[in-house]
T-cell receptor
Framework: QQQVKQSPQSLIVQKGGISIINCAYE??????FPWYQQFPGKGPALLIA?????SEKKEGRFTISFNKSAKQFSLHIMDSQPGDSATYFC????????????FGAGTRLFVKA | GAVVSQHPSRVICKSGTSVKIECRSL??????MFWYRQFPKQSLMLMAT?????????EQGVEKDKFLINHASLTLSTLTVTSAHPEDSSFYIC??????????FGNGTRLTVT
């Protein structure tokens, strides 16, 4: 019930293409769904986040799509750039019970120049 | 944006010694701090949750006597790896939040035990 399943494990995209990463959760008590970007040797950095009362959120080239009934959410990176090459983690948390955040397994994105 | 500072970024120690890692929230008061461990090419594994002024809550399988966590103030938490062994070598990352903010991470500490 606490799991967040993320796919694909790795992704190669051409420069200018769209990168799509998918996540699914089980616990309907989760009420906050962030995406983190991590470069090698660095800590994760918050990229964008969404709450379940919204079906889509866009910030620049990054968009989260959220399907509450299917318990799925996805990250779309438009016009992917080589600088976007990193590991991306989806996550889920609830603002009660210690705010524990559960992370997906991560997706290693490589954008080819 | 919120800044979490973690120190040191890298540390090499000999087997049997103890190592302390500091995590500071620089521009907000962190009511809760979390400590994670990350193995190469893997996700973040939550080790423990600490709330200011109270004992840390450890995840199942994490030895509390091995990984001592102190959250002495609203801006500082420390993780001490006691009697370190080579298998404790890993990337340790702290994160912090207050009641209103999302989770913000430090830049991690690469621990190598020789």
């Amino acid at each position: 019930q606490q799991q967040v399943k993320q796919s694909p494990q790795s992704l190669i995209v051409q420069k200018g293409g769209i990168s799509i990463i998918n996540c699914a959760y089980e616990n309907t008590a989760f009420d906050y769904f962030p995406w983190y970007q991590q470069f090698p040797g660095k800590g994760p950095a918050l990229l964008i986040a969404i709450r379940p009362d919204v079906s889509e959120k866009k910030e620049g080239r990054f968009t989260i799509s959220f399907n509450k009934s299917a318990k799925q959410f996805s990250l779309h990176i438009m016009d992917s750039q080589p600088g976007d090459s990193a590991t991306y983690f989806c996550a889920a948390s609830k603002n009660t019970g210690g705010f524990k955040t559960i992370f997906g397994a991560g997706t290693r994105l490589f954008v080819k120049a | 944006g919120a800044v979490v500072s973690q120190h040191p970024s890298r540390v090499i120690c000999k087997s049997g010694t103890s190592v302390k890692i500091e995590c500071r929230s620089l521009d907000f008061q962190a009511t809760t701090m979390f400590w994670y461990r990350q193995f190469p090419k893997q996700s973040l594994m939550l080790m423990a949750t600490s709330n200011e002024g109270s004992k840390a809550t450890y995840e199942q399988g994490v030895e509390k006597d091995k990984f001592l966590i102190n959250h002495a103030s609203l801006t500082l938490s420390t993780l001490t790896v006691t009697s370190a062994h080579p298998e404790d070598s890993s990337f340790y990352i702290c994160s912090a939040r207050d009641r209103l903010s999302p989770l913000h991470f430090g830049n991690g500490t690469r621990l190598t035990v020789t």
